[in-house]
């Protein structure tokens, strides 16, 4: 492509957007309207996941040393238990730091406070690099001899339920914005429809004096780029102060002020590229789709 | 040169617009094609501008088979065509300046080429001074032929011209051909489809008569010899 063509495809796409102000406009904003639904509904399932992520870090696995063991004897067994796999970290926890906590949680209660520490096993809280593997991690560490059998506290069903919210976001997610992505495309390729429609003895002519299809359908595929960038940046804008507004609200809300919100600043770079190449592939894929059967003259 | 040998065009619809046709047009003649409504005329310039294809039959424009012809073979072979129509095919919003930019445009032509052709061409025809006009601001005869300047400005061997007169009084129609004729003189083969008695007849050109999708005669007159 020439640097004169590229520029004429340019301005006679911008052109077909403004002379067809008010279907761009519907066109645009109906965009950003699935672009913010699609984008909602991502921020959410990202502050979900980074909500699970962190209910799963809490998740941990407790497995007692066997009674009797010194803490020296105790501490060494940390190296074997980092040794197994899918093990992320391992907390060592002594019989005294064990009774203590113990008490603690009882201190209005006399009948605990009395219990010797040696009562208590030493003990490592291990973080797991991937909680749906809890039940096999657990058999591994009841093989160490050091542990045995029906010595590992592991959470199985708080993990399959966090692992079955996690899939059931994900797929909702996923069908979401896979339907709001073909809307938009289709609304799109209506907008771009028209302007063809509109411009049909123009292509008429340019078929008649020999331009190549090619030469045709790049100003609509313009088009449809402007619109769909247009979209995704006022798109963009429109979900940061969306996203800022609720965090805020969250922030301030006594009720649910414990629901910690990723900061949108941390993350306002994927939102964008994610935006734009979304707005930008719906508005090209949107003009070709329109302009394919106005080019079999 | 155009060639069409025993050319059969049948429609989805089942309509049978041409039976058979040949016929020949050597380059640098000047040809009338006449005939009744529905024997073929249209069908025989949607074929030779690649529009549609034979369903039997041989069809040969300027060096391109059009039976066999790839589709990105079709823009290069219609540009060594111009088309001419009755209703002109202007664009409304655009001045004959602007409209015969976008006709070079078109084809991937350049700013410096598009600055030499269109004075060129709107001098052969006459409108040199009218470039700035909107086509509504110009008279039918004036309006055709901005739209014969625009069938030549990529410089065609053949200009095929359906009914150009078809919409102007007998005085713009008889210069519209004179035109025709200057540019066939030229050196351009130049196709005109028309079902004007008296104007062919002014005209000592050859004459292709179609009746039901096949030549029924060919010769100088209305009424040539086959």
């Known amino acids: 492509m020439g640097r004169h063509n590229f520029f004429y495809f340019a301005r006679e796409g911008a052109y077909n957007m403004f002379s067809h102000g008010f279907m761009s406009f519907a066109a645009i904003g109906i965009t950003v309207a699935c672009l913010l639904i699609m984008g909602t509904f991502t921020l959410v399932a990202v502050n979900a996941n980074a909500m699970l992520a962190e209910l799963e870090s809490q998740n941990q696995v407790l497995a007692f040393v066997e009674l009797g063991m010194t803490e020296v004897e105790a501490r060494a067994v940390e190296k074997d238990i980092l040794a197994v796999d899918n093990v992320a970290g391992a907390t060592f926890i002594s019989d005294k730091e064990a009774a203590a906590a113990f008490r603690g949680r009882y201190e209005d209660d006399e009948l605990f406070q009395g219990l010797p520490d040696e009562n208590f096993p030493h003990r490592f809280a291990i973080d797991l690099k991937d909680i749906g593997r809890m039940s096999q991690t657990k058999a591994d560490l009841e093989a160490l001899p050091e542990i045995g059998p029906g010595n590992v506290n592991a959470y199985e069903d708080e993990a399959a339920g966090f692992i079955t919210i996690r899939n059931v976001a994900g797929i909702v997610c996923v069908v979401l914005i896979a339907v709001l992505f073909l809307v938009s495309v289709f609304i799109i390729a209506n907008t771009i429809k028209l302007t063809t429609f509109d411009r049909r003895d123009e292509i008429a002519i340019m078929k008649m004096v020999g331009a190549t299809n090619g030469f045709i359908r790049w100003p609509f595929v313009y088009e449809g780029f402007l619109l769909g960038l247009f979209s995704a940046v006022i798109g963009f804008f429109l979900q940061w102060g969306l996203y800022e507004a609720v965090a805020r609200s969250v922030a301030t809300n006594d009720t649910i002020n414990l629901i910690s919100v990723v900061p949108f600043e941390t993350m306002w770079e994927y939102v964008a590229v994610i935006f734009a190449g979304a707005g930008m592939l719906i508005g090209v894929g949107g003009s070709l789709s329109a302009i394919r059967k106005f080019l079999q003259v | ?226």
């Open chain 2, 1 to 226: 040169m155009i060639r069409l040998t025993d050319v059969v065009k049948e429609y989805p619809n089942g309509t049978h617009a041409l039976n058979g046709l040949s016929m020949e047009i050597q380059d640098g003649e000047f040809v009338f094609m006449v005939g009744p409504s529905g024997s073929g005329k249209s069908t025989v310039i949607k074929l030779l501008i690649g529009e549609i294809e034979p369903s039997a039959g041989r069809v040969m424009v300027n060096g391109f088979s059009l039976q066999n012809i790839r589709e990105w073979q079709i823009p290069h072979m219609r540009r060594t065509v111009g088309v001419i129509f009755q209703d002109f095919r202007l664009i409304d919003h655009k001045t004959v300046y602007d409209n015969m930019v976008f006709a070079m445009r078109a084809v991937g032509s350049g700013p410096r080429e598009i600055k030499k052709r269109i004075p060129y061409c709107l001098n052969l025809v006459g409108l040199e001074n009218k470039s700035r006009r909107l086509p509504s601001e110009l008279s039918g005869g004036e309006q055709q032929r901005v739209a014969i300047a625009r069938a030549l400005l990529n410089n065609p061997s053949t200009i095929i011209a359906d009914e150009p007169t078809g919409n102007l009084d007998p005085a713009r129609s008889l210069e519209i051909m004179r035109l025709l004729e200057r540019i066939n003189a030229l050196g351009t083969t130049v196709l005109v489809v028309t079902h004007e008695k008296d104007l062919v007849n002014r005209f000592d050109k050859r004459v292709v008569m179609l009746e039901r999708g096949r030549v029924v005669s060919d010769g100088k007159g209305w009424y040539g010899r086959r």
